[in-house]
């Protein structure tokens, strides 16, 4: 029974990364007939009202009373809003293949932060297999922006931006799980995402003057399909897990199991949407992955 308690949080970290690398290809296909500001509002929405009904019917329990809410609310203005902005925007600039790997950067992230968050300071190896990443996605960046394989320098940048954000929420995440449950932080994070999200699209949507055709990508299978997918697979399940995990396991072990993400979203890219994967990609890979094991394999 205790080995059982010891393995969950490893198995639902794996499920976990499995869930995301697939919610990029499902973004691109979303993106494809919508704006990332619609995706992001009925993503998040479709998410909130699925569990206020499951809290409705006291299938799950949420309690907020006489807790710390600014480090909650701070949680969830990172991720979703923040991380997600960044993200969405820039897998509009992006392969699908090309934001999986900057993904891979969560777990250095997360260990140049806990030297100022946490006090947790890498020895001269560890800081050698981080230099190493970041020269991976150095190289990918260089190659693809010179190649025009779709790929812009402001994409990557983007998505350099989701990278510092989820970092931020594995330290945050990790620090409040002791005030929480995963399913409160969960909710909040859905309640948060929904009312921003959903706020800057109708402002965005009056602006341009297209307010009455808001529901327009709900005639789209393909839309509704993948908000089905991000709403409740990526967003509550896989959210769920991830704080579930980060109250089990310290942030720094958890966040290597990003690298499964990223082999998942560039198999998906290649295979189903049929995205280009050339030889300096598959060097960059080697480079990010490999310095992403060595800086936590050397800890």
Known sequence: MHNKHNILPYITAI???????LSFLFSKRA?????????????????????????????????????????????A????????IFETYGLQRTASSVGGLMIALIPIAVTVMAVYF?????????????????????????????????????GVLLLMG?????????????KISKDFSPMEITYFMMALGAVSFNVMAVIDSAARGELHNYFMPLKST??????????????????????YTLSKIEASKSSVFSNISTIVSIVAGVIFLKESFQVYHIVGAVMILGGVWGANYFK
């Not at 929405?45 to 701070?74: C, D, E, G, Q």
């Not at 203005?77 to 997600?84: L, Q, S």
């Not at 190289?139 to 190649?147: F, W």
């Open 162 to 174: 989701a990278v510092l954000s989820a970092a931020f929420f594995n330290i945050i995440s990790r």
């Open 118 to 154: 946490l006090d947790e300071k890498p020895s001269a190896i560890e800081t050698a297999f981080i230099i190493t990443s970041v020269a991976g996605v150095a190289l990918i960046v260089v190659m693809g922006s010179s190649g025009g394989e779709g790929s812009s320098v402001i």
């Open 222 to 243: 393909t839309f509704v399909t993948s908000v089905v997918y991000l709403g409740i697979l990526s967003s509550i399940i896989a959210y769920f897990l991830i704080n």
């Open 15 to 21: 499920i976990t990364s499995i869930i995301f690398g």
């Open 31 to 75: 993106l494809s007939v919508a704006s990332p500001l619609m995706l992001l509002s009925f993503r998040f929405l479709a998410a909130f009202t699925v569990m206020s009904i499951l809290i409705a019917l006291k299938v799950i329990k949420v309690n907020y009373k006489n807790k710390p809410l600014r480090w909650l609310l701070l949680l």
């Open 77 to 84: 203005v990172i991720e979703p809003v923040v991380y997600f």
